[in-house]
């Protein structure tokens, strides 16, 4: 999928509720992977989807939610989850 096509995409969470529509996408250069979708809540921050919590893409974005992690990352502050929080930019930037 072309990182084009992840703009404005709805995401849910695997439970059915509605989170976002896809703002950003981060990027790992060194990996050369997407690292994680960011969408706004409501007009406030940028939260963000680790890529790795996203179970399906289509017509809409599928985010496993929880703070579970995957094989190989076991602490809290390693799995940011749905909703971290990243700062936003101003509009001038």
């Known amino acids: 999928m072309k990182v084009s096509e992840y703009y404005e995409l709805p995401i849910y969470s695997d439970k059915g509720n509605y989170i976002g529509e896809v703002e ?3 990027l790992d250069p060194e990996k050369e ?3 994680g979708l960011v969408f706004e809540k409501r007009g ?3 939260k963000a989807v680790p890529y790795h919590s996203v ?3 289509g ?3 599928i985010a496993r939610s929880g703070r ?3 094989p190989g990352r076991e602490t809290e502050e390693e ?3 749905i909703g971290k929080t990243i700062e936003k930019e101003s ?3």
Do not use: C, H, L, R
């Open 79 to 81: 799995e940011p989850g």
């Open 24 to 26: 950003k996408v981060m």
């Open 33 to 35: 992977k997407v690292a």
């Open 68 to 70: 579970k992690s995957p």
């Open 55 to 57: 179970t399906a893409v």
């Open 44 to 46: 406030e921050k940028y």
């Open 91 to 93: 509009e001038g930037e």
């Open 59 to 61: 017509d809409v974005v």
